[in-house]
């Protein structure tokens, strides 16, 4: 089956800094979401994100399929932010698997 | 304005007793998914629904049962639940794309205790 590889696995910021999440993933997508899981566990739906760039807020999203990665972007990261992100690609019918994930830690 | 609630938020149970999860949703989707995450691992998904066409993973043991009786509602039943199923448990939906998988939205998730 298809293999979702994230990194870095474990990162710690600042509040204030910027950083940059990458997926690799081993096979051709339909397509591919991103997702943040806080420390509640409540996971959220950041980006649907098949191809090309999207924007929200202080987020982006770039997913080049022809060379099977994606990068989420954060800018002037909060607290609030802290959590797993999880990068997730269409593996069979109506099917995700879900990367390894990143774990960030944002700190005052 | 919940669209996807999972009951209870905390269960536990014992050993070898049965348990029912549960999760609505009030999004009319017709895909609902059930997800099982241990700790500091990413979320495995079970089997999922695509209206009443019920998916099954290969390696879901037959421990795990689901029902969906109607659109808004889908069960997890474990029947002899072991230790080693102590986890989250997450509902998810997602749909109407026939041709591949559309936004998913998760549950607040259901987290299993065995003693």
């Known amino acids: 089956g298809i293999q979702v590889e994230q990194s870095p696995p474990d990162l710690i910021l600042q509040e204030g800094a910027n950083s940059t999440l990458r997926c690799n993933f081993s096979?051709?997508?339909?397509?591919l979401q991103w997702f943040h899981q806080n420390p509640w566990g409540q996971l959220i739906n950041l980006f649907y994100?098949?191809?090309g760039t999207k924007q929200n807020g202080r987020l982006s999203a770039t997913t080049v399929a022809t060379e099977r990665y994606s990068l989420l972007y954060i800018s002037s990261s909060q607290t609030t932010d802290s959590g797993v992100y999880f990068c997730?690609?269409?593996?069979?019918?109506?099917?995700?698997?879900f990367g390894t994930g990143t774990r960030l830690l944002v700190s005052p | 304005d919940a669209m996807v609630i999972q009951n209870p938020r905390y269960q536990v149970t014992q050993f070898g007793k049965p348990v029912t999860l549960s999760c609505s949703q009030t999004?009319?989707?017709?895909?609902m998914y059930w997800y099982q995450q241990k700790s500091s691992q990413a979320p495995k998904l079970l089997f999922h629904?695509?209206?009443?066409?019920?998916?099954n993973e290969a390696d879901t043991p037959d421990n795990f049962q689901s029902r969906r009786p109607n659109t808004s509602f889908c069960f997890l039943d474990i029947r002899s639940p072991g230790l080693g199923d102590a986890a989250m448990y997450l509902c998810?939906?997602?749909?109407?794309?026939?041709?591949?998988?559309?936004?998913?939205?998760f549950g607040p998730g259901t987290r299993l205790t065995v003693l």
């Open positions: 998810a939906t997602s749909g109407p794309l026939v041709d591949r998988v559309d936004t998913q939205y």
């Open positions: 096979d051709s997508v339909n397509n």
């Open positions: 994100i098949p191809s």
């Open positions: 997730a690609v269409e593996s069979g019918f109506q099917k995700l698997v």
């Open positions: 999004l009319n989707h017709n895909v």
């Open positions: 629904y695509y209206d009443k066409d019920f998916n």
